[in-house]
């Protein structure tokens, strides 16, 4: 049993991004989080997915940081997130990204593959 598996977080983590997933966009909210550098409550946005290509516990969302709040605002075409509901993309996880200078891993969002968005009129892959 992995770490993740024992003790589960309230949002999803890198790990639970391996292998990728396909899924559309279901919401965006402000979620007041614990910082834990310095143990300051923030709010951060947290994205909510919908039709995964794969079991996920679609209650937890992934915080989102700017990088991946820029990738959703290119992949949708739109900088409202009201405006992202449905968008189709693949959430990985990136062993390269880094923080504070070090590398430690990420979750990142591109645009769903292409094959993937070519044939989701007849029947979504997931």
Not at 37 to 51: A, D, E, H, Q, T
Not at 64 to 73: C, D, G, M, S, V
Not at 87 to 108: S, Y
Request: proline share 7%; hydrophobic share 35%; aromatic share 6%.
């Amino acid at each position: 049993m992995k770490i993740h598996q024992a003790l589960p977080r309230d949002y999803l983590a890198k790990e639970d991004f391996e292998p990728e997933l396909l899924c559309e966009v279901d919401r965006l909210e402000e979620r007041e989080l614990l910082d834990p550098s310095n143990g300051i409550r923030k709010k951060k946005p947290v994205l909510y997915l919908k039709n995964p290509s794969r079991e996920l516990d679609l209650n937890r969302g992934i915080v989102i940081n700017r990088t991946n709040f820029k990738a959703l605002i290119s992949i949708t075409g739109h900088d409202d997130s009201d405006a992202w509901a449905g968008a189709r993309i693949c959430v990985f996880h990136d062993p390269n990204v880094e923080m504070l200078g070090e590398r430690v891993g990420g979750i990142r969002i591109r645009k769903a593959p292409e094959t993937v968005l070519a044939g989701a009129e007849a029947e979504p892959p997931f």
